[in-house]
């Protein structure tokens, strides 16, 4: 049991922990619980002990040379007042200093990094593709929220934002960026990251129209001739895409291996991994895709066709469609309203207009669902190889008799189908 001294300034200058004692615990004889702990090495520091149903308390109040005896007296007296009161000084303290550090926590937990986890977390069962795309719309649209603590972010301020970005961007913008917001929020909020997801049950900016632009020869021919400016390997890849009708990260995606003779491909392979339907695609090269392809340069150390920097593929397309619009402007034929993504709408459209049916179509766009639906799309498993071959060579000659500013040929369907038997 701890000794009951009556603690003065005198007597606490005076006290020195016994030889071979690591400290001592002095009590006062007239404030209960007010007490002294005398170190070895010398220190002194007051103390306030209570006791609660989950056992001993003891807080410290200050050293001595610090305080005054009688400083440290009041300072316990009202600390014990508090307990009295039913407060537990312990409980509290201990309370506020795990909030400081939740809060601490919370605000180095941004949401640019709570974006980027998501990304990765997300990379075994998402496409890369949406995954890149979802993280540059979110970075692109909110740039200011990158460096913000992820539970700072409130349901009124994001509602405000969202609608920022529909006023200045567009419905499909304000879609695209809530929709992955929200994703990455609710994947941060399941693993307790954040308390809440703040996007949660905002409504969309809108009901999308449909795009209906549809490429004809006149737009066609003023894009490729376009890629003049552009460096061959982006020129080769824009007008491949065109040519092809796949989609834009696939074909930039396109790797020397997916070929079946990468000296002179005659098909290439999607394979189901990079494909946006997880189903892997085969693709036939007419001869003006191979004909840019023999012309690209094999870089050494990068496995894309479409070589970028440090061993990726091309990611230029804003640039490559700027670059694009510039050069047919100085030349006197402006073209508003265009993306790369309509060459498959245009292809499409000018395939059905020479005769060729809708389910070919579908099978060239890597389509699951489409003109044979129902029943009927669980049983046909065919994939029209033969057709969609003439398909995708009279498509060649449609695109090569727009980038010379020439006529369609009167029967563009035979003369497909001729290059694709020939």
């Known amino acids: 049991m ?4 009556k603690l003065t300034q005198r007597t606490v200058e005076s006290l020195s922990c016994p030889p071979g004692k690591k ?15 005398v170190t070895a090495a010398g220190g002194k520091s007051f103390v306030a002990q209570y006791t609660t149903p989950a056992g001993k308390r003891r807080m410290p109040l200050g050293t001595f040379g610090a305080l005054t005896v009688e400083e440290a007296r009041r300072n316990a007296k009202i600390m014990l007042g508090a307990v009295a009161d039913g407060h537990d000084p312990f409980a509290e303290r201990k309370a506020r ?32 593709s949406y995954l890149r795309e979802a993280v540059l719309c979110i970075k692109r649209n909110l740039p200011t929220w990158q460096d913000r603590a992820a539970s700072g972010i409130t349901l009124a301020e994001a509602v405000r934002t969202i609608d920022a970005i529909k006023a200045d961007k567009g419905i499909v913008a304000a879609n695209r960026t809530l929709a992955y917001a929200r994703a990455a929020y609710g994947w941060a909020a399941k693993r307790q990251h954040v308390a809440v997801n703040p996007l949660k049950g905002i ?45 834009r990260e696939e074909v930039a995606g396109m790797r020397w291996a997916e070929l079946d003779n990468p000296a002179d491909p005659t098909a290439w392979t999607l394979p189901a991994a990079r494909a946006k339907n997880g189903r892997a695609h085969i693709v036939h090269l007419a001869e003006p895709v191979r004909a840019i392809i ?129």
């Not at 034929?333 to 292809?347: I, Y």
Request: with cysteine.
């Open 2 to 5: 701890p000794k009951v001294f």
């Open 23 to 37: 400290d001592i615990l002095l009590f006062d004889g007239e404030l209960r619980g007010f007490g002294l702990r």
């Open 97 to 128: 200093g795990e909030a400081t550090r939740q809060a601490s926590v919370e605000a180095s937990y941004t949401f640019g990094l709570m974006v980027d986890a998501w990304a990765k977390a997300r990379g075994g069962d998402r496409r890369p």
């Open 203 to 247: 409504e969309r900016a809108g009901r999308e129209a449909p795009r209906e632009r549809v490429l004809t020869a006149d737009d066609l021919g003023p894009i490729w001739r376009g890629c003049d400016a552009l460096s061959g390997t982006l020129a080769g890849y824009v007008r491949v895409l065109m040519l092809t009708m796949q989609r």
């Open 294 to 422: 023999r012309t690209i340069p094999r870089l050494q150390g990068n496995p894309f066709v479409f070589a970028g920097k440090q061993g990726k593929p091309i990611a230029a397309f804003g640039y490559a469609k700027n670059e694009i619009n510039e050069a047919i402007t100085k030349a006197g034929q402006p073209l508003a309203d265009w993306r790369f993504h309509d060459f498959r709408r245009a292809g499409v459209t000018a395939l059905a207009d020479m005769g060729f049916p809708p389910h070919v179509c579908d099978r060239l766009l890597n389509h699951i669902t489409g003109a044979i639906q129902g029943v009927a799309a669980v049983y046909q498993r065919a994939e029209f190889l033969n057709e969609r071959k003439a398909a995708l060579e009279a498509w060649a000659v449609h695109v090569t008799a727009a980038a010379k500013g020439k006529p369609e040929a009167s029967n563009v369907v035979t003369l497909g189908r001729a290059a694709a038997a020939g």
